[in-house]
């Protein structure tokens, strides 16, 4: 049985994560080149997440799951989450202006 193998099989035992979740750590745990990787074998992973068009949201949702490995396995490298883009919602200080005036016409009358 392999470490990847063996980490699934007590997440799924004794922590009783969900059919979901042990999906994911399989899904992910593909994305590593072995069972003890570098740091710069971790970078690598990353870079090749990117290369295979992941975007920043899809890495970090695969780096979420490479720590608790890491961390079961007594490892102590750690992968650092990526930076994703922020976007702005629209305000509705249009819409508040025309609530503005409406009330301010009801309370004329």
Known sequence: ????????????????????????YSHTLKWLPGESPTQAELKETVL????KGLKATGCNSAIRAIPAYLKWSESPLKIPQMKEAQTML????????????????LSRE
């Open 48 to 51: 090749r997440m990117r290369e």
């Open 90 to 105: 629209p305000t509705f200080t249009a819409g508040l202006q025309t609530v503005h005036e409406r009330v301010s016409l």
């Open 1 to 24: 049985m392999t470490l990847f193998e063996q980490f699934v099989r007590e997440r799924r035992y004794l922590h009783n994560i969900s059919p979901s979740t042990i999906s994911w």
